[in-house]
């Protein structure tokens, strides 16, 4: 069976390591030293030394520690984003955020709290409540 991998060219921090495909679920902790892609269920901690993507299809219920997390599923929990985090159009994100380099992208949700470290480096932060708007 052949992997296809959607977005190849963000690969570009490190080589793709893993994949959890739909269907799959798991709990845990699971460490990464690469690219990774999450498009089944999981629950529990996540530490990356590279690029995290949840896909569409993915659940994930976790604290996350990573460089680069792009969102495309459904996330739950405490992530930790050391470069940037990403949510995209199909991403729907449900808790707290750490980052110096958060984007939304339109059609993405966050319902949280985003904490942005302050310009100065003095290793305040800002922290922005964040919470859909109400279609109807």
Same mark, same amino acid.
């Given at each position: 069976m052949a992997w296809?991998?959607? =977005?190849? %060219?963000?690969? =570009? %921090?490190?080589?793709?390591? +893993?994949?959890?495909?739909k269907d799959v679920r798991i709990e845990g902790t699971l460490r990464v030293p690469g690219?990774? /892609?999450?498009?089944?269920?999981?629950?529990?901690d996540i530490i990356s030394t590279g690029r995290l993507i949840l896909g569409e299809n993915a659940i994930v219920d976790a604290e996350i520690h990573a460089v680069h997390v792009v969102i495309?599923?459904?996330f739950t929990g405490k992530l930790h984003?050391? /470069?940037e985090a990403k949510i995209s159009a199909t991403? /729907?994100?449900?808790?707290?955020?750490h980052t110096p380099c958060l984007q939304i992208e339109p +059609? +993405?949700?966050?319902? +949280?709290?985003?904490?942005?470290?302050a310009a100065a480096g003095d290793g305040r932060e800002i922290v922005v409540p964040v919470r859909p708007i109400a279609t109807g």
């Open positions: 296809i991998f959607k =977005n190849r %060219d963000e690969s =570009n %921090d490190s080589s793709w390591c +893993g994949l959890i495909e690219t990774f /892609r999450i498009d089944g269920e999981f629950k529990g495309a599923g459904k984003a050391e /470069r991403g /729907r994100a449900q808790g707290e955020i +059609g +993405g949700v966050l319902d +949280g709290v985003c904490h942005v470290p």
